[in-house]
């Protein structure tokens, strides 16, 4: 692990598996560790971390095949972000944190729990895309086939060379809806998410990563939480409803205004409910 320090601030480059993870470290205190979703990387957390900071050392990283992070060639899987995740967490947060994750990354930050609750103080989960829970839920039939139909439409406009077209497909048609992809996120993040668009096609291809299983947690001892937008689509809305039918004890909170980005579109809002949730538990 090679680092650069300057101040409280830390960064440097991880080995794991056929791979190297790019991260960072700001502030002191409980460690908290923040794992973003598909298509973006670390930098998506950037208008939180300096509340979080205050109060807590706050590590992010870039997913393998994620920007600044490598990945080996061949079709990837959700256990092996996980594995990664408790990587991170045992040679840069001591072992045992906080975990914090928006869609994609809060289907990993669960799956890592699962697989190992001794290192999990807490997970709080940003609207996780669990569509496999909506299976057996006719109320959800309609949203969820069309989601489908969309990510099918983004690995078609990717495979075919237009990354943009497929990256702009699945934001405003499965993320984050209309008008968000010029309206939520700037020229440097959509030149980030285009980048990553084939590392998001490989996630796609994965049997397993809308499959992960939240009972697991239910008698894990690991206080969980799912954040949600008061705002969001409804595929979202429908898996935490599942959600809450599968973990008697989790907490809902409820995130005013916001949509599946909240760490974007209300970074006051969302920090402040994050601190809040890190200090009691609930």
Excluded: K
């Excluded at 939480?225 to 004890?249: F, K, S």
């Amino acid at each position: 692990m090679n680092s650069a320090v300057a101040g409280s601030a830390a960064t440097g480059r991880l080995a794991v598996p056929d791979a190297e993870l790019a991260w960072e470290r700001a502030g002191s205190g409980d460690p908290v560790v923040l794992v973003h979703g598909s298509w973006d990387d670390r930098r998506s957390w950037d208008r939180v971390v300096p509340a979080l900071a205050r109060a807590h050392s706050v590590v992010r990283y870039d997913r393998r095949g994620h920007s600044e992070s490598t990945a080996p060639p061949g079709q990837g899987s959700i256990v092996e972000d996980a594995e990664d995740l408790l990587a991170v967490v045992d040679a840069l947060a001591g072992g045992r944190a906080h975990l914090v994750g928006h869609s994609y990354g809060a289907s990993v930050v669960l799956l890592a729990a699962a697989r190992r609750p001794s290192a999990v103080r807490s997970v709080t989960a940003h609207e996780p895309p669990l569509f496999a829970l909506l299976r057996e839920d006719p109320a959800a039939a309609a949203p969820l086939a069309e989601a489908a139909g969309w990510m099918r439409r983004a690995a078609e406009l990717i495979e075919s060379g237009d990354a943009e077209g497929g990256a702009r497909a699945f934001v405003e048609h499965v993320g984050f809806g209309a008008g968000a992809w010029e309206g939520l996120f700037g020229p440097e993040a959509r030149a980030t998410i285009v980048r990553n668009a084939h590392t998001w096609l490989d996630q796609h291809r994965d049997p397993d990563r809308l499959a992960v299983d939240p009972s697991a947690l239910a008698n894990a001892g690991v206080p969980v939480a799912v954040t949600t937008g008061t705002a969001t689509l409804p595929t979202y809305r429908a898996v935490v409803a599942a959600l809450t039918r599968r973990l008697p004890e989790l907490t809902v909170l409820p995130v005013s205004g916001a949509g599946h980005a909240p760490h974007i579109s209300h970074p006051d809002v969302y920090a402040d409910l994050l601190l809040t949730r890190l200090r009691t538990g609930s």
